[in-house]
């Protein structure tokens, strides 16, 4: 999930935090959905995970994510949203272009998207990393370099579906690492309420 927000409203979440393993903290845990980040190794800004269960079908969640031109209504402050290049149903490259707030820059990420299903689990996969260079960057807005992120959909009983969510990015430009940190976990988990959102819909998503 391709966007970070960079807002001062999220500063207050931090002081609430919760220690767990693997290094993860929990920062926020609201309407079920949970946010955890942790430092890394190779980068000053954090990791961030995110699970929640949600009442869904594994076909419905699937063909949310696999569905570009949607993005705009769920993933925080997309603009615009386009499938670039598609190498087959499940391998494909889209872009991407999020609005931030004054004095900052709006940026863009090109993103190439992988996705399988685990035939032994019935667990889902989606992986994607970024591709800068694959169109010509546009002289007013921040290109994204540095983006990695992992989904992990498994199906449950009763008909719910349990969504594990990894990233890792840098916005680039201009703005502090310290901000950055500190306003990490709002963009994402306004991007997943909305997902979840549409995901239990009890309609056929296009």
Known sequence: MPTILISLAAILALFNSTDISGGWELVKEEAGISVFTRNTADSPIKEIQITLTIKSSMNQVETLLSNVPLYAQWVYKCDS??????????????????GF???FSDRDLIVHSQQWVDTATGIYHSHSTASPDMITANPDVVRITVFESTWEISPMPDGQVQINYFAKSNPGGDIPVWLINMAIARGPYETMKKFAALATANRTIN
């Open 81 to 98: 949203s386009v499938r670039i290049k598609t190498v087959h149903s499940n391998d494909f490259y889209y872009y991407i272009r999020s």
């Open 101 to 103: 707030p004054f004095p």
